[in-house]
C-alpha cells in the first residue's frame, strides 16, 4: 500500500523476535505535509500520549499498558480509528491532503487496521448510492440490501479465514464496520422512503426488515464511540421515534418529537454513560438546529428529569441561562473585546450602523477549520453583513487561518460577554444595523441561518 519506513520496521521487527509479550505496543509513522506537530492517540475521549514530530514528519513511541480494543489518533483537526492488541508495532503513513485515502498502516497489526480504514472508505464511496436506493418500494430496497449485505458477509469470512490468529474482540469489531454501515441505512430507510411514497412512515416492511436487530447489543460503552456503531444507534433510535406517527422534518425537530426521542434513549440505552451521552447530544443538537434563542421548554424540562450526570446538567442549564441572558428586540449588551494586535475595542463601535452576524467560538466545541468555511461562504454570500468572530477562551495566539484578521477579536476573563457565554458553548448573534438583536442564539451549522441572514439583509 505504501513503501516501509526502513528504520522504523526493522525496529518493529528486533522487538518482535527478541521481546516477550507483553501490556505495551509501539506507535509510530510519518505524516506528509502536517497540519501541526504532533499525533495525540485517544482511548475513548480521553488522550493517554503524545508524540511530536521530528524534522522529518516521523514520530514514533510506546505505549505502556494497553488493552486490547478501539483507539484514535488525532492531528490537526483530522481523526480516524485504529484496533489496538498488547505487543503491537503499528505505523501508519497518510497525507494530510488527503488524510483518510492516503491512510495506510504496516507493522503488527498492520492488516486488521488496514481492512478498517477500506471499510471506512467503502462505506463513504457508497454514500449517495443509498440515496437512490431509498426511491425502492420496501421488497426491492430489502433485496438490495440483503445482496449487499452478503457481501459483506463473504468479506468478513474470508478475512476471519486468512487470519485465524485475530482476536473474538476483534471479530466483532469487524462485523460492525462491515455491516452497521448497512443497518444504518435500513434504519434510515422508512422516513427517507417517505419523501418518495403517500404514507408519512413506511409500514408495510415486511415480518423480516429489521431481522438484523436481533443480534445488536446496545449495552457497550466503549463502543458509542466507534461511528459505525453510534450511528447506527442514533439512527435506530430516531426511526423508533418517527414510527410514533410524525412526518419527516428536515430543518428542526417539534418539541413533542425531542421529548418522545429522550424517552426512547431513556428507555432503550442501559449504561448511564452511554444514556447521558446520548440524552446531552440530543438536547443541544435540537436546540442548536432550531437557530433561534425561542427555547422549547418541555424538550429541555424532559432532559433534566432522564439525565443522571450533574456535570452535563449544569451546561445545559448554563446554555439556557445564557440564552435568557440576550433579548431579541433589545440592545445588545456593552462589552469589550481585543484584536490580535491585543488593542482593545468595544463592541457598540465594531456594531455601529453595520449588519452583524457575531460568532462566539470555542475550540473545545468547534474546529478553526469548520469556523472558516461557513464564515467564508456566508461573507462571500452576504457581503453586504460584516461577519466578526470572538474566541471565548481569550488565548490571542490562536486565530483562525484562511479568515481575515481585521474580523477576528477574543474576550479575557474579565469581560462583561462572559455573562452570557457561560457554558462557553458557541452561540451567533445576528444584529441589525440599528444596533438591534435580531436573533441572539443564531446557529452556523443550522440549515435556517441563510435564511435568517437574507431576512436582516431586506430590512
Known amino acids: 500500500m505504501f513503501k516501509h519506513l526502513a528504520v522504523f520496521l526493522s525496529l518493529f521487527a528486533v522487538l518482535g523476535c527478541n521481546s516477550p509479550k507483553d501490556d505495551s505496543i509501539y506507535f509510530g509513522g510519518k505524516i ?33 499498558p494497553v488493552k486490547e480494543g478501539l483507539y484514535y489518533f488525532n492531528h490537526g483537526v483530522e481523526n480516524q480509528y485504529i484496533y489496538l492488541e498488547p505487543n503491537d508495532s503499528l505505523m501508519l503513513r497518510l497525507n ?42 420496501p421488497n426491492d430496497f430489502k433485496k438490495k440490501i440483503d ?3 452478503e457481501f459483506k458477509t463473504n468479506t468478513y469470512e474470508r ?20 455491516k452497521y454501515p448497512i443497518y444504518s441505512r435500513i434504519e434510515r430507510y422508512p422516513i427517507a422512503h417517505s419523501k418518495y411514497s403517500e404514507t408519512k412512515h413506511e409500514q408495510n416492511l415486511g415480518s423480516d426488515f429489521y431481522n438484523h436487530r436481533k443480534g445488536i447489543s446496545m449495552d457497550t460503552d466503549s463502543l458509542m464511540y466507534y461511528p459505525a456503531y453510534a450511528q447506527y444507534i442514533r439512527n435506530y433510535l430516531y426511526n423508533l421515534t418517527y414510527a410514533l406517527g410524525y412526518e419527516p422534518m428536515n430543518n428542526e ?12 434513549i431513556d428507555k432503550n440505552i442501559s449504561p448511564k454513560k452511554s444514556k447521558n451521552a446520548f440524552l446531552k447530544q440530543t438536547v443541544i443538537t435540537h436546540f442548536y438546529r432550531k437557530s433561534s434563542c425561542e427555547i422549547n421548554k418541555g424538550a429541555f424540562d424532559t432532559y433534566f428529569d432522564l439525565s443522571s450526570d450533574q456535570d452535563d446538567i449544569d451546561l445545559v442549564r448554563k446554555m439556557l441561562i445564557d440564552n435568557n441572558a440576550i433579548l431579541k428586540g433589545k440592545k445588545l449588551l456593552d462589552f469589550n473585546l481585543y484584536d490580535y494586535t ?22 473545545e466545541y468547534v474546529s478553526p477549520m469548520y469556523i472558516a468555511s461557513r464564515m467564508n461562504y456566508f461573507s462571500n454570500k452576504f457581503p453586504e453583513i460584516q461577519f466578526i468572530q470572538v474566541r471565548i477562551d481569550g488565548k490571542n495566539t490562536k486565530k483562525i487561518h484562511k479568515l ?29 444595523k440599528n444596533g438591534i438583536v435580531e436573533n441572539g442564539y443564531a446557529s452556523i451549522s443550522s440549515s435556517k441561518v441563510v435564511s435568517q441572514l437574507k431576512e436582516l439583509t431586506n430590512k
Open 32 to 64: 506528509i505535509n502536517p497540519k501541526s506537530d504532533h499525533v495525540i492517540l485517544y482511548a475513548m475521549e480521553k488522550a493517554i500520549d503524545t508524540f511530536f514530530l521530528d524534522d522529518e514528519n516521523k514520530f514514533i513511541g510506546k505505549v505502556t
Open 96 to 137: 494530510t491532503w488527503d488524510f483518510d485515502e492516503s491512510l495506510g498502516f504496516s507493522g503488527r497489526g498492520a492488516d486488521r487496521n488496514n481492512i478498517l480504514i477500506d471499510c471506512f472508505l467503502e462505506n463513504e464511496k457508497n454514500h449517495k448510492a443509498f440515496y437512490k436506493l431509498n426511491r425502492l418500494k
Open 147 to 149: 445482496s449487499i449485505l
Open 159 to 178: 478475512y476471519l479465514k486468512e487470519h485465524p490468529n485475530e482476536t473474538s474482540g476483534f471479530h466483532n469489531i469487524l462485523n460492525i464496520a462491515l
Open 253 to 264: 425537530y417539534s418539541s413533542a418529537f425531542t421529548e418522545d426521542l429522550l424517552k426512547i
Open 342 to 363: 491585543s488593542a482593545k475595542h468595544n463592541i457598540q463601535e465594531i456594531i455601529k450602523r453595520k449588519n452583524t452576524f457575531l460568532f462566539f467560538w470555542n475550540p
Open 404 to 432: 481575515d484578521i481585521k474580523n477576528q477579536y477574543y474576550i479575557d476573563a474579565k469581560s462583561e460577554a462572559n455573562n452570557f457565554l457561560s457554558s462557553k458553548m458557541p452561540r451567533s448573534i445576528i444584529i441589525n
